[in-house]
């Protein structure tokens, strides 16, 4: 079964400095996609940026953008010129690219971000 | 469109009671599923459904039933709430089951089991 830990339960950033969130993953399977979601205090969940495994090039979105390294099984979130609505729950997620692993969403337990003015 | 709707936004149960969770989606969307939050934790997937009339277990279906007889709505059932099913709630769906397609999640239901 895959895993995906986030070590870092709680971070803080300066607003407008830029903030990594981590991830590592674990897995046997060379096809899969990863993704981040933020959950301010809402309880919403929002897709923030994916990666497919098989794309060599890190996704970016605007002020977010990742560093997989897939030899490492590492997908990093980077968040430029943090804002005060960026405070949320950021959770990392994993979902195989078929089979029974591919109906369900695997998911880390969470970064807690605080953007401090 | 509405999005992805869940009803009640808030329940306390006692404990051997039951009751249904609501999830409506008004995006035509093939999959849906739900997952539980617990703190400390990401979310965890209980059952999912690839289509009206096909359902499936996910990672902690104990504890709860489900069905699809619509492209619409995917109710989840607690046959007998205990507290550990004390935790929240969130339906999803997407497009289809390929997760190329985004996946949308409601605003959650907050249980309580006393």
């Known amino acids: 079964a895959q895993t995906v830990t986030q070590s870092q339960p709680e971070m803080s950033v300066q607003e407008a400095e830029t903030v990594t969130l981590s991830c590592t993953y674990d897995t046997s399977e060379s096809d899969y996609y990863l993704f981040w979601y933020k959950q301010p205090p809402s309880r919403q969940m929002i897709l923030v940026i994916r990666q497919e495994a098989y794309k060599q090039q890190n996704a970016t979105e605007n002020r977010f953008s990742v560093n997989f390294q897939k030899a490492a099984k590492s997908f990093s979130l980077k968040i430029s010129d943090s804002q005060l609505g960026d405070a949320a729950m950021y959770f990392c997620?994993?979902?195989?690219?078929?089979?029974?692993?591919?109906?369900?969403?695997?998911f880390g337990k969470g970064t807690k971000l605080s953007v401090i003015p | 469109n509405a999005g992805v709707t869940q009803t009640p936004k808030f329940q306390v149960l006692k404990t051997g009671q039951s009751m249904t969770l609501q999830c409506a989606q008004d995006?035509?969307?093939?999959?849906m599923s739900w997952y539980r939050q617990d703190p400390g934790m990401g979310l965890r997937l209980i059952h999912y459904s690839v289509g009206a009339g096909i359902t499936d277990q996910g990672e902690v279906p104990n504890g709860y039933n489900v069905s699809r007889s619509t492209t619409e709505d995917f109710p989840l059932r607690l046959l007998s709430a205990a507290p550990s099913q004390t935790s929240v709630y969130f339906c999803a769906s997407s497009y289809s089951a390929n997760f190329y397609y985004e996946q949308y999640f409601g605003p959650g239901t907050r249980l309580t089991v006393t």
């Open positions: 997620a994993y979902r195989s690219f078929s089979g029974a692993g591919s109906y369900q969403l695997t």
């Open positions: 995006m035509n969307h093939e999959y």
